[in-house]
């Protein structure tokens, strides 16, 4: 409704375009896939050191969770059409990347609240701060998959869905809230290591 009302020259093919940007190198193609497994496992082995139970992965369905990620990908990727789809590139037109980091970040936390206050979400057990630097980190690495990719939303939606896919394997494996911290500090790590790698004004290789 937004980008008919702006009135711009093919608006609803450059939203809805990006998706079908599907040429990569192949190890965009396993990063989408696969990054959020290996946190998650990183993640509970540096629990596991701290005294944290390590679960039994061992005896989990994990066939179970191809429906859950293409149910998570067919509603998460309306989430990126605006995020990435929407915002991103006109806030790349005035600011940094690093700047839109705490612009966005902050705004997708925001957006996160009503989770967080509803009592009957896992999220309400979550502490605020980190959720919020959950998401400052998280912005940091969908503006860089986005800016690697060709500005795709194929991607961005793919690991979104695969954020929400092994948080829900965490929570059915009873180590969702006490493995989150611990999650957030190896994706915030990553974060860091993206802005060290590339300039703040822009995360990626000219």
């Known amino acids: 409704m937004v980008t008919l009302a702006l009135r711009e020259k093919d608006g609803i093919r450059n939203l809805f375009g990006p998706l079908f940007r599907l040429r990569a190198a192949p190890g965009w193609y396993g990063l989408a896939f696969v ?11 540096i ?21 859950v990620f293409i149910t998570m990908l067919l509603s998460n990727v ?9 915002a991103l590139p006109r806030l790349q037109e005035k600011y940094t990347d690093l700047a839109i980091v705490f612009i966005m970040g902050l705004l997708w936390s ?3 609240l ?20 959950f998401s400052l980190s998280l912005t940091v690495i969908y503006t860089w998959l986005y800016r690697n990719t ?8 793919v690991f979104h869905a695969m954020s929400n896919t092994v948080a829900f394997a965490l929570a059915e494996l009873g180590v969702f809230v006490t493995s989150y911290l611990f999650v957030v ?14 300039s703040p004004r822009r995360f990626a290789r000219p």
């Open 110 to 112: 925001v957006w996160h």
């Open 78 to 86: 309306w989430e990126e059409i605006g995020w990435r789809g929407f």
């Open 150 to 157: 060709g500005r795709s939303l194929f991607f961005v939606s």
């Open 114 to 133: 009503p989770l967080m206050l509803d009592p009957s979400s896992p999220m309400s057990d979550l502490p605020w701060y980190g959720e919020v630097l």
């Open 185 to 198: 500090g190896v994706t915030t790590a990553v974060a860091v290591a993206i802005i060290l790698m590339y």
């Open 35 to 45: 990054f959020w497994f290996v946190v998650a496992g990183v993640a509970l082995g």
């Open 47 to 67: 629990g596991a050191l701290f005294g944290q139970p390590f679960p039994n992965i061992g005896g989990f369905p994990w066939w179970s969770l191809l429906p």
